[in-house]
């Protein structure tokens, strides 16, 4: 299974972003799809997380300005991301994890956000 993400780049406070991830390669179950994020210096965090069933979980610090959000069809997870502040600066990590509990990571795509 190979996760590719994109839609990373540079925003102005109180701008809006949105990133995707796809999955592709052998046939697989898709349980949860997550996006995490991590900061210069810091460590790897859970921004939101969508299971199979549809339900959705956020961080307290992205909740009501980002949202997950899936494409089934397509295996993509997607991430709006509206009201970023320059805290939100950090690379963006997707992740999969199969119904075997089997867990794959995207390459990571860099949001800059400048004040």
């Known amino acids: 299974v190979q996760l590719q993400a994109s839609g990373g780049g540079v925003v102005q406070a109180w701008g809006s972003l949105r990133l995707s991830c796809t999955a592709s390669?052998?046939?697989?179950?898709?349980?949860?799809m997550a996006w995490y994020r991590q900061a210069a210096g810091e460590e790897r965090e859970l921004v939101a997380m969508m299971g199979s069933g549809g339900t959705s979980n956020y961080a307290d610090s992205v909740k009501g300005r980002f949202t997950i959000s899936r494409d089934n069809a397509k295996n993509t997870v997607y991430l709006q991301m509206n009201s970023l502040k320059p805290e939100d600066t950090a690379t963006y990590y997707c992740k999969l994890q199969t119904a075997s509990w089997v867990e794959y990571w995207g390459q990571g795509t860099q949001v800059t956000v400048s004040s």
């Open positions: 390669g052998s046939a697989f179950s898709i349980k949860a």
